[in-house]
């Protein structure tokens, strides 16, 4: 069930809302279709403009979120990329089309980094690496990174994530409550240096780990 007339159609919905400038990523859109990121019943809400369950009380983001923190990050070919908050694995696959290097992108809930994995192996990607674990830590093991985004709603700038990144790097980061958080771009200029930028106001689930929020039992 390849529904490419609802797919483009979504595409032309989000353009009419003034987002989606960038033809690459406009195409990785139509070539990830949002569907085969959902499952069963839910499929049929894959090209509307609306976040959707993925399970474990989690979503895959609405599709012009994904837009709005994609062209945020200002993708280059060259970036290596780190994501938190992987999902259903739809975000890494879109970012795996804008640049060569890998993108690695990290999931607390072990079913659902399962589930993003076979879906990004089902579209053929083989640039995203999915890790199972807390992201609020960063993951050392390849930092630095060009760009990172995060897919979780946190308290504050985890500072992990910020030493991770590169002098002149970008990070994309929703900041506040349980309830509603600022998107910002967060660019790094030097050790423990940042500018911060806001671009708008998002509800996200909250990144839940040691520098996120604390887990509510
Ligand atoms: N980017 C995803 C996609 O394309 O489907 C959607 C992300 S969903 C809005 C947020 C995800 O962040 C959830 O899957 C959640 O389990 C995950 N998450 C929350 N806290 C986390 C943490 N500390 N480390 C890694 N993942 C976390």
Redesign the pocket.
């Given at each position: 069930m390849f529904m490419s007339y609802e797919n483009r159609k979504l595409v032309s919905d989000i353009k009419q809302k003034g987002y989606l400038k960038s033809k690459e990523l406009e195409q990785a859109i139509l070539d990830l279709p949002r569907e085969k990121?959902v499952s069963g019943s839910l499929k049929r809400f894959a090209y509307e403009d609306i976040?959707i369950s993925?399970g474990?009380r989690?979503?895959?983001?609405q599709p012009s979120t994904?837009v709005i923190m994609t062209e945020a990050l200002d993708v280059k070919k060259t970036d290596k990329i780190l994501?938190?908050?992987?999902?259903?694995?739809?975000?890494?696959s879109i970012l795996s089309k804008l640049t060569k290097k890998n993108v690695y992108t990290?999931?607390?809930?072990h079913e659902?980094a399962e589930s993003a994995k076979s879906n990004i192996k089902e579209m053929g990607i083989k640039n995203v690496k999915v890790i199972e674990?807390?992201?609020?830590k960063g993951l050392k093991k390849y930092a630095l990174y060009d760009k990172i985004i995060v897919?979780?709603a946190s308290p504050e700038l985890p500072k992990p994530l910020l030493d991770q990144l590169k002098i002149g790097g970008k990070m994309v980061i929703p900041l506040g409550d349980y309830y509603s958080q600022e998107m910002f771009v967060v660019t790094k200029r030097g050790k423990g240096k940042y500018d911060k930028v806001s671009i708008g106001f998002f509800n996200?689930?909250?990144?839940?780990?040691k520098y996120?929020f604390e887990e509510r039992k």
């Open positions: 990121f976040p993925i474990h989690q979503t895959v983001s994904v994501e938190i908050g992987t999902g259903s694995g739809w975000q890494s990290i999931e607390r809930i659902l674990g807390d992201g609020s897919t979780a996200f689930v909250p990144l839940l780990g996120g």
